[in-house]
């Protein structure tokens, strides 16, 4: 279980990161962290929003709801980070998360838009970029991203589009990993209206800040024991 020491100490840490490289970027830039609680207990949750995390990110619906009902007396702000089956659309929609980073093809927004009118709601969403290219990874291809963004903000107006998100390339080398970071960058700058950048995980937040970043999804950094 994360004691409530730890968590305290955890999230200083991460916020000392988080300072340092966004006033390396600029003192005006804001970085909102995202803990990611997928791997642990509504206890451990539980230790970190006593130590003062609001945000937190589920990437199964299933787990999503069953968190959410559980802390249901804290005002926490659920995002959803996974990715989404089509059959689990509904489910989502009625767990009103704050953000969905996960909305990952032209398909999917076509789906989730009409059921978001049936239910007369609308959802903010980020859409996902393959920036590193993987095909074990989700999200739109960089090459048309700007286009399927523009498209998703003209055709789906139940989705709220906010920005970008994308998982940095799986590499133990720094310049793919920033080459990664700085494609799915561009493409943010590109989309009219867009003020969410969400990249950077435990392993490489930092320099996902420096490539761009305005929102980092941490986990194990965060709830390590
Ligand atoms: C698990 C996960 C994270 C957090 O990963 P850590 O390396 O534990 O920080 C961030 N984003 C997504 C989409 C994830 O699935």
């Known amino acids: 279980m994360l004691t409530k020491p730890q968590a305290i100490q955890n999230?200083?840490?991460?916020?000392?990161?988080v300072e340092f490289a966004r006033l390396q970027v600029s003192p005006h830039k804001i970085v909102q962290i995202v803990g990611v609680s997928k791997y642990n207990t509504t206890d451990d949750v539980k230790s970190l929003y006593n130590a003062g995390q609001r945000a937190f990110g589920e990437n199964?619906?299933?787990d999503l709801k069953q968190k959410q009902e559980i802390l249901e007396d804290l005002p926490i702000s659920w995002h959803f980070i996974g990715t989404l089956q089509k059959n689990k659309i509904n489910n989502l929609i009625d767990l009103n998360?704050?953000?969905?980073?996960?909305?990952?093809?032209?398909?999917?927004?076509?789906e989730l838009d009409k059921k978001l009118k049936a239910k007369n709601?609308?959802?903010?969403?980020l859409l996902q970029i393959n920036s590193a290219y993987e095909d074990t990874k989700?999200?739109?291809?960089?090459?048309?991203?700007?286009?399927?963004?523009?498209?998703?903000?003209e055709k789906y107006k139940n989705i709220l589009l906010k920005g970008v998100m994308s998982i940095g390339a799986n590499s133990k080398n720094q310049e793919v990993i920033k080459e990664s970071f700085i494609t799915t960058k561009n493409i943010f700058d590109k989309c009219d209206g867009a003020t969410i950048c969400s990249m950077g995980m435990s392993g490489d937040f930092e320099l996902a800040i420096f490539c761009g970043s305005?929102?980092?999804?941490?986990?194990?950094?965060?709830?390590?024991?």
């Not at 999230?11 to 990161?17: F, G, H, Q, T």
């Not at 709601?121 to 969403?125: A, F, Q, R, S």
Request: glycine content about 6%; hydrophobic content about 35%; aromatic content about 4%.
């Open 60 to 62: 199964k619906v299933q």
């Open 11 to 17: 999230l200083d840490d991460i916020i000392k990161k």
């Open 138 to 153: 989700s999200g739109v291809s960089p090459k048309n991203a700007v286009e399927v963004y523009k498209t998703i903000n």
């Open 214 to 225: 305005n929102m980092i999804r941490v986990g194990s950094g965060l709830f390590k024991q």
């Open 97 to 110: 998360p704050v953000l969905c980073h996960s909305l990952d093809s032209l398909d999917l927004a076509q």
């Open 121 to 125: 709601k609308t959802m903010n969403c």
